[in-house]
């Protein structure tokens, strides 16, 4: 059984910075291609940024974080992070850790549904 479980938000003023954390349990095949979404009331969850192990770690990034987010993994791949620099308010949201999509590449960041496991989100507040 797979298990996502997000750590690390909180609040944080414009430009600051903040570190999520994902622990996955279960079985690590699973983690090869997993990804940080991110939702804010009324709007649709979208991707933040990607990574697919398996082809040497390739990163892929919405253009609204690219340059300020950077997304790694732990060499077990049983932790997932997503550090978070020069925040802005539009940062502000909840954070969700996924895992195993079904897709490949930048498709697999547009495509939210292609993720068959979930974490619970920690939530993100970016302050003016």
């Known amino acids: 059984q797979v298990q996502l479980v997000e750590s690390g938000g909180g609040s944080v003023q414009a430009g600051g910075s903040l570190k999520l954390s994902c622990a996955a349990s279960?079985?690590?095949?699973?983690?090869?291609?997993m990804g940080w979404f991110r939702q804010s009331p009324g709007k649709e969850r979208k991707g933040v940024a990607t990574?697919?192990?398996?082809?040497?770690?390739?990163?892929y990034y919405d253009d609204s974080v690219k340059g300020r987010f950077t997304i790694s993994q732990g060499n077990t791949r049983n932790s997932l992070y997503l550090q978070m620099n020069s925040l802005k308010t539009e940062d502000t949201a909840m954070y969700y850790c996924?895992?195993?999509?079904?897709?490949?590449?930048?498709?697999?960041?547009?495509?939210?549904?292609?993720?068959?496991?979930w974490g619970k989100g920690t939530q993100v507040t970016v302050s003016s």
């Open positions: 990574l697919y192990t398996l082809d040497g770690g390739t990163e």
């Open positions: 279960g079985d690590s095949v699973k983690f090869a291609r």
């Open positions: 996924a895992a195993l999509s079904s897709r490949t590449g930048s498709d697999a960041l547009r495509d939210p549904g292609s993720f068959r496991y």
